[in-house]
């Protein structure tokens, strides 16, 4: 078992990390009734606190900034996996998209009745 | 037959070996929301028109929940560095404390959001707004069940081993952690994308 001076200093750790984290709410929230105009800046908005939020509690509760090796390189495959997932993805809005416009095909999407 | 590796670690990995394979279990499940994300914005980007999520979902509900579970995160840490000072007494509490907080997401979740919209007409075929809605919400939901099963069963017949194998036991218990992060993790980038973004 570990040293209890050294737990003692990860508790309070912890606890700044859980004050940060409900400020980075309270933002979350505050930036999302903002008028940003476009929606590509509330995505990119909402997507910075989100990741910045993610990496505290990845980072300092799930303590990711010091593991192992091994645990870097499956992450980091994962990673990568993921990434070609949403180009994919983006790749396919941006023909689907492409091909609404141009009347090609109709939308998808039986939204509002 | 004994598992290897369950205390000390392995030479060639440095980790325990449930430690490796919760880590291993989480990629995958990076990969599984992942997929859900990108059919959210497929869906979204082919849509005529899409809801803003202030307009039709619970924010305050919402901004509620996400507190409730950062709490929950923190409860399960220091039920960890409790075990780990071997203060039975506190684990019992904070991990008490992971379960109730993990419950009462849930309660909320299904009392004030869900239950009222079924009742309004607003179900997953409605329209892809609230499919997505209800299919990524609720397999966070499910997820946060199997959490509630697991840590319910190390408050409870799992505790067991701590008289045995403390150390174990508390390998166990960070291991629950991370998964219970991960949950977390997932409703922090599933809050804002779902509830917070803007009409189109």
């Known amino acids: 078992m570990s040293n209890s001076k050294n737990i003692k200093e990860e508790i309070n750790q912890y606890i700044k990390i859980f004050i940060a984290l409900g400020v980075l709410t309270v933002i979350t929230v505050g930036i999302a009734y903002i008028e940003v105009g476009k929606m590509w800046i509330a995505v990119l908005l909402a997507m910075i606190v989100a990741t910045m939020k993610g990496t505290l509690v990845a980072g300092f509760f799930m303590h990711l900034f010091h593991e192992k090796k091994i645990i870097y390189l499956f992450l980091g495959i994962t990673l990568v996996l993921l990434c070609a997932l949403f180009f994919i993805t983006f790749g396919s809005v941006y023909n689907q998209v492409g091909e609404i416009e141009q009347g090609v095909i109709e939308s998808t999407s039986s939204y509002i009745h | 037959?004994?598992?290897?590796?369950?205390?000390?670690?392995?030479?060639?990995?440095?980790?325990?070996?449930?430690?490796?394979?919760?880590?291993?279990?989480?990629?995958?499940?990076?990969?599984?929301?992942?997929?859900?994300?990108?059919?959210?914005?497929?869906?979204?980007?082919?849509?005529?028109?899409?809801?803003?999520?202030?307009?039709?979902?619970?924010?305050?509900?919402?901004?509620?929940?996400?507190?409730?579970?950062?709490?929950?995160?923190?409860?399960?840490?220091?039920?960890?560095?409790?075990?780990?000072?071997?203060?039975?007494?506190?684990?019992?509490?904070?991990?008490?404390?992971?379960?109730?907080?993990?419950?009462?997401?849930?309660?909320?979740?299904?009392?004030?959001?869900?239950?009222?919209?079924?009742?309004?007409?607003?179900?997953?075929?409605?329209?892809?707004?609230?499919?997505?809605?209800?299919?990524?919400?609720?397999?966070?939901?499910?997820?946060?069940?199997?959490?509630?099963?697991?840590?319910?069963?190390?408050?409870?017949?799992?505790?067991?081993?701590?008289?045995?194998?403390?150390e174990r036991f508390c390998n166990r218990i960070e291991t629950a952690g991370l998964y219970w992060h991960f949950v977390d993790i997932v409703w922090i980038f599933l809050f804002p994308t779902i509830y917070l973004l803007p009409g189109s």
Request: proline share 5%.
């Open chain 2, 1 to 166: 037959m004994e598992v290897p590796y369950t205390v000390k670690p392995r030479l060639d990995t440095g980790l325990y070996n449930s430690k490796l394979g919760i880590w291993l279990f989480l990629a995958s499940e990076v990969m599984l929301f992942g997929a859900l994300f990108s059919s959210y914005i497929l869906l979204r980007a082919a849509a005529p028109s899409w809801y803003a999520g202030p307009d039709v979902l619970n924010v305050p509900i919402g901004t509620l929940n996400t507190l409730i579970l950062i709490i929950s995160s923190v409860t399960i840490l220091l039920s960890w560095t409790s075990i780990r000072l071997n203060d039975l007494k506190k684990y019992k509490l904070y991990m008490g404390a992971t379960i109730f907080l993990g419950a009462l997401f849930l309660f909320i979740k299904v009392y004030f959001e869900y239950l009222p919209k079924i009742d309004h007409g607003h179900i997953p075929s409605e329209n892809n707004f609230y499919a997505t809605y209800y299919t990524i919400t609720g397999l966070h939901a499910i997820h946060i069940i199997g959490g509630l099963i697991v840590n319910l069963y190390f408050l409870g017949p799992g505790l067991k081993m701590y008289n045995k194998e403390p």
